[in-house]
C-alpha cells in the first residue's frame, strides 16, 4: 500500500486543476451567462464530483484516518478529504441529476427579473421603490415583483431537497440537514442552543425596537399599525433595518467612490486588496449575477469578487465585506499544503467580513476614512450606535427564520412550506402575512437552493465578528488605520489557513472558545 503521503499528494494533484476550472466555469457563468457558460459549469463540477465520489480513494482516507501515529497536518487534511468526500458517495445518477438541477436554478435566479407595471426591473431597481417611495400599492408591486422568481424556481427547490435527502439517508444520515452540519465539523445540538441563546437575548430588546420602528412607519404611510404589511419594510426579506428604524447614511455615500474607500480601508490596516480589484466584476449588468460574492479561483493568488456596486451604504458595506473574505483568500500562508490553504471554515470568514461589512456605521471609518466631517460624525454618532445595534438584531431575527425553515424543509420537503415560512417570519421577525397569500415566498431566497445549510454559518460569523474584534482592540489599540490591527488579522487569523479545526483557530486568535457573550454586550450597548 502506498504511504500516506503519496496518497494526500495524489489526491492533491488529482483535485487542483478541478476545483480551479469549478472556480473559472463559475465566474464566467456569474458574469456572462450563457448556454455556453452553463453546460461548462456542469462539466466542471460532474468531473469535481466525480472524484469526490471516488469509493475506492474514500476508502483509503477512512483507512488512514485510524492511525492515531500521524503528524497534525496529515491528520487534518485527511479530516478535510474525508469531509469533503463523504457527502458524494452516492450513485452516479442521483449526483448527475443534483448538478443539472443546481445549474438550472442557479441560472434561472441569475436570468429572471420581476416585473412592476409589466416593465422588468432588477433587484437594485426593486429595492430603490423600497427605500423610498411612500405610496404604498407601489411599494406591494415592488415586493410582489421581488416574490415573484419563488414560483418559478419553487419545485425545483423542493425536488433538490428530496434528491439531497436520498443522498444523505443512503449515507446514514437523518436528512441533508444532518448530513451538511456532520461534514462542516457542525454539532447540530450546540447549533440549536446558540440559537436558542440569540433568540432569548433578542427577544426583548427586538420586540421593543420593532415596537417603535412600527409606530415611526405607520405614521409615515399614514396606516394603522396592525395595517402594517411586508412591502411597508425596505428589505423584501427584512434582512436588515429599514432607513426609518435606523439612520439612513446613503447620502454620505451619495458621490462616493465605493472602490476608492474599499482599497483605502484595507490600506489602513496594511492589507493590499489591489491585485484583488483588478481581476473583480464591480458593476450590474444584464446577464450578471444580481448578488455579491467572493471567490478564490485557484487557492494560489487568483481572487474574485463580484459585486453590483451602487453609491449607498448596502454597497459599501457588502464591498467592505466580500473584500474581507478576499483578504483573508489572499493572505494565507501559501507555504502550506495546498489541501490547507484558505479559510478555517465558512463561519471565519464570514466573521471576518462581517466585521469589515460593519465600518460604514462606525464614526471613526467615517471620519478618517470616508473623509466626513467631525461634525456631521459627531451629529450622528449616537444614531450610529442604534443602527449598529439594530442591524444586529435585525439579522439575528432573520438568521433564526432560515435556520429553523431550513432545518424544517429537510425533515419534510413536501410540508405546507407556504405556510410554514410565513408561521416563521411573524413569530421571529414580527411581521404579518399579506391576508390570504399563498405563494413559495421563501423558495425566492436563493440560499435555499443554491448554498444549502449555509447560513448558521452567518450566525456564528456576527459571534465571532464581535469577539475578533474585542480582542483587535485589546491588542492593537484600535481597529480603523491601526496596522497592527491589520497584522494580528494576517498573523492569527489568515496565515493559519485552515491548519487547524475552526474552534481551536478562534481560540488561538481570541483566547477564548467562540462564545454568544460579546454579541451580547453589543446588543446591550
Ligand atoms: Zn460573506
Not at 441 to 468: C, M, R, T
Amino acid at each position: 500500500m502506498r504511504t500516506v503521503e503519496d496518497l494526500l499528494a495524489d489526491v492533491e494533484r488529482r483535485l487542483r486543476p478541478l476545483e480551479v476550472e469549478v472556480g473559472e466555469a463559475w465566474w464566467e457563468s456569474n458574469t456572462r451567462s450563457s448556454d455556453a457558460a452553463e453546460a461548462r459549469r456542469t462539466r466542471a463540477e460532474l468531473a469535481l464530483r466525480e472524484l469526490l465520489a471516488d469509493p475506492d480513494v474514500f476508502a483509503e482516507i477512512r483507512a488512514r484516518r485510524a492511525d492515531t501515529s500521524l503528524d497534525a497536518s496529515v491528520t487534518r487534511r485527511l479530516d478535510l478529504l474525508h469531509d469533503a468526500f463523504i457527502a458524494h458517495q452516492v450513485p452516479a445518477d442521483v449526483r448527475r441529476e443534483l448538478v443539472a438541477l443546481e445549474t438550472k436554478v442557479e441560472s434561472t435566479f441569475n436570468n429572471f427579473r420581476g416585473t412592476i407595471d409589466g416593465r422588468r426591473v432588477d433587484d437594485n431597481e426593486i429595492l430603490e421603490v423600497l427605500r423610498t417611495s411612500d405610496d404604498g400599492p407601489e411599494r406591494r408591486k415592488a415586493w410582489e415583483a421581488a416574490k415573484s422568481i419563488g414560483p418559478e424556481v419553487a419545485d425545483d427547490v423542493r425536488a433538490l431537497a428530496r434528491l439531497r435527502n436520498q443522498a444523505a439517508r443512503d449515507l446514514g444520515y437523518r436528512d441533508h440537514f444532518a448530513l451538511a452540519l456532520a461534514t462542516s465539523e457542525l454539532d447540530e445540538a450546540r447549533l440549536f442552543a446558540t440559537l436558542d441563546e440569540v433568540a432569548d437575548a433578542t427577544a426583548a430588546p427586538f420586540a421593543a425596537w420593532k415596537a417603535e420602528l412600527d409606530t415611526t412607519v405607520a405614521r409615515r404611510f399614514d396606516v394603522a399599525v396592525t395595517d402594517l404589511r411586508p412591502w411597508h419594510l425596505d428589505d423584501p426579506f427584512f434582512q436588515a433595518p429599514p432607513a426609518a428604524g435606523a439612520v439612513s447614511l446613503d447620502h454620505l455615500f451619495d458621490d462616493a467612490d465605493l472602490e476608492a474607500l474599499t482599497l483605502r480601508t484595507y490600506d489602513g490596516l496594511g492589507l493590499d486588496v489591489r491585485p484583488v480589484l483588478t481581476h473583480s466584476d464591480l458593476y450590474a449588468r444584464d446577464g450578471k449575477s444580481q448578488h455579491a460574492f467572493c471567490i478564490d479561483v485557484d487557492r494560489d493568488g487568483d481572487v474574485r469578487v463580484l459585486c453590483n456596486v451602487e453609491p449607498s451604504e448596502r454597497w459599501m458595506d457588502t464591498m467592505l465585506h466580500e473584500f474581507g473574505h478576499a483578504v483573508y483568500d489572499r493572505e494565507c500562508d501559501r507555504a502550506l499544503p495546498w489541501l490547507l490553504r484558505g479559510p478555517a471554515h465558512a463561519l471565519t470568514t464570514e466573521g471576518v467580513a462581517m466585521l469589515m461589512g460593519r465600518l460604514p456605521r462606525r464614526p471613526e471609518w467615517l471620519t478618517r476614512v470616508a473623509t466626513i466631517d467631525d461634525g456631521e460624525v459627531d451629529a450622528l454618532r449616537d444614531q450610529l450606535a442604534d443602527a449598529q445595534r439594530a442591524a444586529l438584531l435585525v439579522f439575528a431575527r432573520w438568521v433564526l427564520v432560515m435556520t429553523n425553515f431550513e432545518r424544517a424543509l429537510y425533515a419534510d420537503p413536501d410540508a405546507d412550506l407556504d405556510v410554514l415560512w410565513w408561521d416563521l417570519v411573524e413569530r421571529y421577525q414580527l411581521v404579518r402575512r399579506p391576508e390570504g397569500r399563498r405563494a413559495p415566498d421563501w423558495a425566492a431566497k436563493i440560499h435555499l437552493a443554491v448554498v444549502p445549510v449555509y447560513y448558521q454559518n452567518y450566525l456564528y460569523g456576527e459571534l465571532f465578528a464581535s469577539q475578533l474584534e474585542t480582542a483587535i482592540t485589546r491588542r492593537a489599540g484600535g481597529f480603523v488605520d491601526h496596522r497592527e490591527a491589520g497584522r494580528f488579522l494576517a498573523d492569527a487569523v489568515f496565515a493559519p489557513g485552515a491548519a487547524h479545526r475552526w474552534d481551536r483557530l478562534i481560540e488561538r486568535a481570541t483566547g477564548e472558545p467562540l462564545t454568544a457573550a460579546h454579541l451580547a454586550a453589543d446588543l446591550a450597548a
